[in-house]
C-alpha cells in the first residue's frame, strides 16, 4: 500500500496532515535539517509528535538531510540518539557519514536515502541498499519510464516527490546558493537564486520552474509498487499542506480532488508534470499577482478540510447484555484487540434497548482517529440501558484501543553510545608534495593536458578511444545523469576497460557501483559531497583508490578530515553552479551540443545574471552545466593546497591548459576577475 506523505514544519502543519488524511510526515529537528528556517520542531515537541502520529496508526520520519563537518559529528549524535528515544520511525539522510553513524547508534531504525544523494539510476539506488538504506528518495527530475526502470529492477523501497516546489537543478548537486551568497542548500540553508531573473535571449526567468503535480498520476504510481508519494513543503503553512494532502489521498484513493485549489493554493505561475512526462517545454514559471491573489482566494475554505479528525482505522464492536450481569464490550482494530464492561443492566419500564439501538449508539466514532466497522450487539430481552452508560462504555473502549494502538505502532530501539563511531580528532599528516591533475571537457584539452606533467586527466569517456594516448593516466567520467544512459554507459565501460582504461571517476553513488562492476579503480569526485572524516571513511570501506573533496568547505576544515586514501580539492576552473536536466537555452531537452567554447558547435552560449554577469552553459548530452562567471584561481595560495595530496585542475571554457599549470607550478600571483571559491569565506 503506497503512504501520502507529508511535510510537516511545525505542530500546527502536524495537525493539518493528519487530519487530512495523510498516512506519514517528515519533519526537521532544531538542528541539520535541509529546511533550518522552518520552524522545526524541539526535542519535546519530536517526542508529542511522534506519540500523535503512533496513536493513529501514522509513521514519522526526521529528516537529518544535510552535510556535516567533524566538529559536528557529536552533535548530529546526539540528534539520532533523540529521534530513537523519542519513537521516530525512520531518519532521511544525505550524509553518508551519518548514515554510517545511524547504523552504529540505532541499527534497527529504518534509513531512507535523501534525494539529495543524487540517486536516479538503477545502480544508485542498488548502491544505497547495499548501504543498508531501506528506502530512496529518487530525484524529482525522473521520468515515468525511468521510474518505472528503477522499480523493477532493485528491491529497496521507492520514494518519490510528487507535490510541490521543483527544483532545476539535479537532486544534490547545487552550488549557487553558496557561492553566490554562502548559504549552501546541501547544509539547509538554500536561498533559492535561481527564483531571480536569470535571461537568456530575451527570455527571462529562465531557471525558475513552475511547482510540479503527479496528483492525476498517483493511481498509475500505486500500480508500479512505489512505497511513497511525497509532499515538498516544511516552509509552507497549515492551510497548503492540508489541501496538497487531500489531493493525494482522493487521487489515490480513485474519487475527484479539486485541481483548481490545489493550483490555487500555491503555484507559480501554475503547475508541471514536465519532467515526469518528458515533455520540458512550458516549464518555467514565476510567482506573480495572479498566484497570490489565487491563493488567498483558496484559503477560503480550506480549514473544513481538516478541522476534524481523519477516521483513518476501522474499529469493530462487539456487545453483550444479559440480565443480571454487567454490560461487556470488546473492540478489535489494526489486529489489536481490547474490552470493557459495564453496568448490570436494569428491567425496562418501557422502550427496552434493542441489538439495533444498542449498535446505532456504539457506532458514534466521531472525533476519534476510529471509523465504525462490524458493530453486533446481543441484547436479552425488555433490557434498560442508559444512553450515558452506552456512551461512557464507547469511550473507555476507544481510549483502550486508542493507548494500545499507540503501543504497538511506537518503536523501541537498542541505542548504542556513539563516542567509538566519532571522527578522531588528530589530523592526517600532510602529503610530501601536492600533485596536480587535469579535468578536461574537450578533445582539444584532453590531447594538451596528457602532454603535460599531469599526474592524472579525468575526461568524460566520450572523448576516449583506442587512439587515446598514456591510457593509465586519464581517469572516465560517466555521464553525471545515469537514469536514461545507464546500459549505454555499461557498454562503453566496459568496452574501455577492455581498451586499457584503467580507473573512473564516482560523481555519485550509483557511478561507484557501476565502475566497481565493469572493473574500474574507482575515484570519488567533488560532487560526492564529501565534508568529513566519516564519509570520506565510508569510501575507502567502499573501495575507492581516492577522494576529491566537496569545494563547498573551507580550506581549513577540509585539510582536518582524517582519511586512509590520497585526499583532494578542485583549485582551479569555473565551479559548477547547477547541473541541470532541461537546458534553459533550448527550453526543454538538453541539444547534446558539447560547448560553446572550443570544438563542437554552440548550443547557445550563456546566461546572464541582474548585473549582467555571463555564466556559460556547458551541455554534456543529457544534461546541462551552468558555470560561475568568475574563475577560481589558488596558485598564489599553496599553503592552503600544501595539506591535500592532489588538486584538481578543472579546464572547461579554457583552450590552452599549460599556462593555466604553469601558474600552480611557480607560485605565480593570478590577476583578473577570479574567485577563492568558499574555502577562505565558507557557507553557512
Do not use: W
Not at 68 to 97: F, H, N, P, R, S
Not at 454 to 482: H, Q, S, W
Amino acid at each position: 500500500m503506497s503512504e501520502i506523505l507529508a511535510p510537516c514544519g511545525g505542530m500546527e502543519s502536524l495537525y493539518a496532515a493528519l487530519n487530512a488524511g495523510a498516512d506519514a510526515v517528515y519533519v526537521g529537528m532544531k538542528s541539520f535539517s535541509a529546511r533550518k528556517n522552518a520552524e522545526n520542531f524541539s526535542d519535546e515537541e519530536l517526542a508529542a509528535a511522534c506519540k500523535e502520529c503512533h496513536r493513529r496508526g501514522v509513521k514519522l520520519y526526521v529528516a537529518l538531510n544535510t552535510l556535516m563537518y567533524d566538529d559536528e559529528a557529536a552533535a548530529v549524535a546526539q540528534c539520532i540518539k533523540t529521534a530513537a528515544e523519542c519513537g521516530a520511525d525512520g531518519l532521511i539522510i544525505q550524509d553518508i557519514g551519518t548514515a554510517r553513524l545511524a547504523r552504529d547508534i540505532v541499527p534497527t531504525m529504518e534509513r531512507h536515502a535523501s534525494t539529495q544523494l543524487t540517486l536516479n539510476s538503477v545502480n544508485g539506488v542498488k548502491a544505497a541498499e547495499e548501504m543498508g538504506f531501506s528506502r530512496v528518495v529518487i530525484g524529482r527530475e525522473l521520468s515515468l519510464e525511468q521510474i518505472k526502470r528503477i522499480k523493477e529492477n532493485t528491491d529497496a523501497e521507492i520514494e518519490i516527490f510528487v507535490h510541490g516546489a521543483l527544483c532545476v537543478c539535479v537532486s544534490g548537486q547545487c552550488y549557487m546558493s553558496s557561492l553566490f551568497g554562502g548559504r549552501s542548500g546541501n547544509r539547509g540553508l538554500c536561498a533559492q537564486p535561481c527564483r531571480l531573473d536569470f535571461s537568456c535571449g530575451g527570455r527571462h526567468n529562465v531557471i525558475s520552474l513552475k511547482d510540479s503535480s503527479l496528483a492525476a498520476h498517483l493511481p498509475a504510481l500505486a500500480e508500479l509498487g512505489i512505497a511513497s508519494f511525497k509532499i515538498e513543503g516544511r516552509m509552507k503553512r497549515p492551510e497548503y499542506v492540508a489541501c496538497a494532502v487531500d489531493a493525494c489521498r482522493k487521487s489515490l484513493d480513485g474519487e475527484e480532488y479539486d485541481r483548481e485549489r490545489l493550483e490555487g493554493i500555491f503555484s507559480r505561475g501554475g503547475l508541471t508534470d514536465g519532467y515526469f512526462t518528458g515533455e520540458m517545454r512550458d516549464m518555467q514559471g514565476i510567482r506573480g499577482r495572479e498566484d497570490v491573489e489565487a491563493s488567498a482566494k483558496a484559503l477560503s475554505g480550506i480549514k473544513a478540510i481538516y478541522k476534524d479528525e481523519y477516521p483513518r482505522i476501522r474499529a469493530d464492536i462487539s456487545v453483550t447484555a444479559e440480565c443480571g450481569e454487567p454490560i461487556s464490550a470488546s473492540a478489535s482494530a489494526a489486529g489489536i484487540s481490547v474490552t470493557a464492561s459495564g453496568a448490570v443492566p436494569q428491567q425496562a419500564q418501557s422502550a427496552p434497548a434493542t441489538e439495533e439501538s444498542v449498535c446505532a449508539r456504539m457506532s458514534k466514532l466521531g472525533g476519534t482517529q476510529f471509523f465504525a466497522g462490524g458493530i453486533t450487539a446481543r441484547v436479552g430481552e425488555g433490557l434498560y440501558i442508559p444512553a450515558s452508560e452506552l456512551n461512557a462504555l464507547r469511550r473507555g473502549l476507544c481510549e483502550r484501543l486508542d493507548e494500545a494502538v499507540l503501543k504497538a505502532n511506537t518503536p523501541h530501539y537498542e541505542i548504542f553510545d556513539a563516542g567509538a563511531a566519532l571522527p578522531a580528532k588528530e589530523c592526517s599528516g600532510a602529503p610530501s608534495k601536492t600533485k596536480y591533475r587535469a579535468e578536461v571537457c574537450t578533445a582539444g584539452q584532453l590531447r594538451q593536458a596528457l602532454a603535460l606533467p599531469f599526474d592524472l586527466v579525468y575526461a568524460p569517456m566520450g572523448l576516449l578511444d583506442e587512439n587515446t594516448p598514456d591510457k593509465d593516466r586519464v581517469c572516465v567520467i560517466p555521464p553525471l545523469y545515469l537514469a536514461d544512459c545507464e546500459e549505454e554507459t555499461a557498454r562503453r565501460l566496459d568496452e574501455l576497460r577492455k581498451l586499457g582504461f584503467s580507473s573512473g571517476l564516482a560523481q555519485t553513488l550509483g557511478h561507484a557501483r557501476l565502475l566497481r562492476e565493469c572493473g574500474f579503480a574507482v575515484r570519488g569526485g567533488y560532487r560526492m559531497n564529501i565534508l568529513n572524516s566519516l564519509s570520506a571513511g565510508v569510501c575507502e570501506e567502499l573501495g575507492f583508490v581516492d577522494i576529491t573533496l566537496s569545494f563547498e568547505g573551507t580550506a581549513a576544515k577540509l585539510a582536518e578530515i582524517r582519511c586512509g586514501i590520497p585526499k583532494g580539492i578542485v583549485a582551479y576552473g569555473r565551479l559548477p553552479l547547477m547541473t541541470m536536466r532541461r537546458c534553459p537555452i533550448a527550453d526543454g531537452k538538453p541539444c547534446g551540443r558539447v560547448s560553446p567554447f572550443g570544438e563542437g558547435t554552440p548550443c547557445g552560449g550563456c546566461l546572464t545574471d541582474r548585473r549582467g554577469n555571463s555564466m556559460p552553459i556547458l551541455c554534456g548530452g543529457n544534461s546541462v552545466e551552468l558555470l560561475n562567471p568568475d574563475t577560481l584561481i589558488m596558485s598564489d595560495r599553496q599553503s592552503a593546497l600544501s595539506a591535500f595530496d592532489f588538486a584538481v585542475l578543472k579546464f572547461t571554457t579554457e583552450t590552452e591548459p599549460a599556462p593555466v599549470l604553469d601558474m600552480y607550478l611557480n607560485n605565480k600571483k593570478p590577476s583578473g576577475s577570479l574567485t577563492r571559491g568558499l574555502y577562505f569565506r565558507g557557507a553557512e
